[in-house]
C-alpha cells in the first residue's frame, strides 16, 4: 500500500529539473546499443518503460524505432514530450502506469532502464506478467537494474544474476546477464544488464 505521505514520481520531477536527476543520461545507454545493433532485428517498435526526461527513447526515434515512452508521472512525460519537438522527432509519449495499463501490444522491445529496481517484491511478478504480454513472441526485453554489488542500502533494490533469473525465467529465456554501471550524474553505479526474449 502507497504512504500517503511518500513523496510521488512527479514530485521528484516537479522538485528537481530533469539533467540533475541521478538517471539522466542524454545518449542512448551504451548497453542498448550494443545489444539492439547485435539482434538488429527486422522490425523495431519500442516501448520505453519509465521514459523519464525522454532521452532514450528519443535517442532510439533518432535511430529510426518506432518508440512509444510511458511513465508514470505526468511532469516528466510533459518534459519529454517537449524534448522530442526539439530535437525534431516523433515518439508518442504517454502517461502509463505499466502495473496497471492501458497499452496494447505487441512490441518488438521493451527497454527498461531503472524501473524494476524501484518495485516491491509484491508487484515484481504482475510487471514480468505484463511485460511478456505487450512484447511480441521471441521479443526481446532489455532490462538494466542496480546489482547486489553496489554498496549500501540507498536508492532502489539490488540483484544477484540468479534473482532476475528466478523472477523472469518462467516467461523468458535468459539470454544474458552481465555486470554494468549506470551511466549518469553518479557514475560507476554497479548495475546488471539483461537480455531477455520472450517465449
Known amino acids: 500500500m502507497t504512504q500517503t505521505n511518500q513523496p510521488t514520481w512527479d514530485d521528484v520531477y516537479k522538485k528537481t529539473p530533469a539533467e540533475r536527476l541521478p538517471w539522466y543520461y542524454a545518449e542512448l545507454d551504451p548497453d542498448f546499443a550494443r545489444a539492439l545493433e547485435a539482434i538488429d532485428g527486422p522490425t523495431k517498435r519500442v516501448l520505453d ?4 526526461p525522454g ?9 529510426g524505432f518506432d518508440v512509444v515512452g510511458v511513465d508514470i508521472a505526468p ?41 524494476f529496481h524501484t518495485f516491491m517484491p509484491p ?12 512484447l511480441r513472441p521471441d521479443g526481446y526485453m ?18 544477484s ?22 551511466h549518469g550524474s553518479y557514475p560507476h553505479v554497479k548495475a546488471l544488464f539483461a537480455i531477455l526474449q520472450r517465449r
Open 49 to 52: 518503460v519509465g521514459s523519464g
Open 75 to 115: 511532469t516528466a512525460v510533459e518534459y519529454a514530450q517537449v524534448r522530442a519537438r526539439e530535437h525534431g522527432v516523433q515518439v508518442d509519449f504517454k502517461v502509463d502506469d505499466i502495473l496497471e495499463t492501458s497499452l496494447h501490444g505487441p512490441f518488438d522491445y521493451i527497454i527498461d532502464r531503472g524501473v
Open 142 to 159: 532489455l532490462l538494466k537494474c542496480f546489482s547486489h554489488q553496489q554498496p549500501g542500502t540507498d536508492g532502489p533494490f539490488r540483484f
Open 161 to 182: 544474476p540468479s534473482q532476475l533469473e528466478e523472477y523472469f525465467a518462467p516467461y523468458f529465456d535468459i539470454i544474458s546477464i552481465e555486470d554494468s554501471v549506470f
Open 123 to 134: 508487484s515484481r511478478a504482475p510487471y514480468v506478467h505484463t511485460t511478456y504480454q505487450l
Open 55 to 63: 532521452t532514450q527513447a528519443i535517442a532510439l526515434a533518432e535511430r
